[in-house]
């Protein structure tokens, strides 16, 4: 069993940067990647960014290439997003997950067996 934490969540003004985090407990020795998601009120959980917990590969979506950068401190089982140059769009509940095995899809949520609570982002313009 893996459990999640997220943090840092908040309310800032366009142009503005946020840092996730998402410290990992439990089975973390089992962790292959985890990634962040995103939910805005009305539409669907969408891919964010992703990294591997061997190695530190990192993944993202085009909307967020080039904003934000996924991290991992292994020592402390957390990893990070970095968030710069905010947008409105970027308003949603950001979730961590983490996986326990490998798949070479880094994009889909079903690729995800652990999941934390969430974590508020408002973009104000």
């Known amino acids: 069993q893996v459990q999640l934490v997220e943090s840092g969540g908040g309310l800032v003004q366009a142009g503005d940067s946020l840092r996730l985090s998402c410290a990992a407990s439990?089975?973390?020795?089992?962790?292959?990647?985890m990634g962040w998601f995103r939910q805005a009120p009305g539409k669907e959980r969408e891919f964010v960014a992703a990294?591997?917990?061997?190695?530190?590969?990192?993944y993202y979506a085009d909307s967020v290439k080039g904003r934000f950068t996924a991290s991992r401190d292994n020592a402390k089982n957390t990893v990070y997003l970095q968030m710069n140059s905010l947008k409105p769009e970027d308003t949603a509940v950001y979730y961590c997950a983490a996986r326990t095995y490998y798949s070479s899809n880094y994009y889909s949520s079903s690729s995800y067996n652990y999941w934390g609570q969430g974590t508020q982002v408002t973009v104000s313009s």
């Open positions: 990294i591997r917990w061997s190695g530190g590969s990192t």
């Open positions: 439990g089975a973390t020795y089992i962790i292959d990647a």
